[in-house]
Structures are given as C-alpha cells and as structure tokens.
C-alpha cells in the first residue's frame, strides 16, 4: 500500500490528524501501525456529529478480532462529519487507514494546535521505541 501521508501529524496513541484546505477541519484515523497491532477490525463506532470533544478524550471506538480499542481526539473541536462508509465497511481501516479508512472530522478549536503533534519522523521513532 502507498499512502498519501504528507502533511500528517500523528499521537503517541496512533492516531493521525490532517488539516483539511482552509485550515479549521481536522480529519482524523488511525495509524498503518495501530490497524496492524489490531488485526481485522469489524467494527467502527463513530461519534455523533455536533459532539464537543477535548483533546486526548476517546471520541471513537473499533472492534477487531482480537480487541476493542478508542480512538482519540488529537484536538479538541467539534465533530462536523463522520466516515458513515465505516459501518458496513470497517475492513477499510485495514486496507486504507490513511484515505477512506478515516474516522472524524473536526472543526477545531484551535487549528494550529496540530502542529504541535508529531511529525512522520517523529511518529517513526517513537513506533520503534514501542516496537522493542
């Protein structure tokens, strides 16, 4: 799989955080890393669109076959969309977790706060250190 991962931030959770055009949405997924460390996902639970969140709060939820995990807000916001496509097809976080595999989208509070997640190098290092 190549995916498209340039401009994303990512948590120490494993989650990854894209500023969509005009700079106020936040799309958010899960990680390469964190689809693989959960084997087949079956289930995606979403957020409801209008919820506040804060930064670090679980905003979602996913169900594989070998456990159930949150996925959490990397910014506070309120959501404005949800990947409804996730329902019937939650397989599609395994096949595509950085494009249609997304989960939310915020409207965040405050945008710039993106940029203060982790880099791909970053993200890159801090995988290997919780890969030993």
């Given at each position: ?72 807000a990397p910014v506070a916001g309120e959501v404005v969309a949800v990947n409804e496509a996730l329902k019937d097809h939650p397989e599609t976080v395994n096949t595509d977790p950085y494009g249609a595999g997304w989960f939310f989208r915020l409207r965040a509070d405050d ?22």
């Open positions: 799989m190549s995916a498209d991962t340039t401009g994303l931030r990512y948590t120490r959770d494993h989650e990854w955080a894209r500023r969509e055009a005009g700079g106020a949405e936040v799309t958010v997924g899960i990680t390469e890393y964190a689809q693989d460390a959960l084997g087949d996902i079956v289930f995606v639970e979403l957020p409801a669109v209008g919820r506040r969140v804060t930064q670090g709060e679980a905003a979602a939820e996913v169900e594989s076959t070998k456990t159930v995990a949150q996925v959490l945008p710039a706060r993106v940029e203060g997640l982790m880099d791909e190098t970053a993200y890159g290092a801090h995988v290997e250190e919780v890969s030993r």
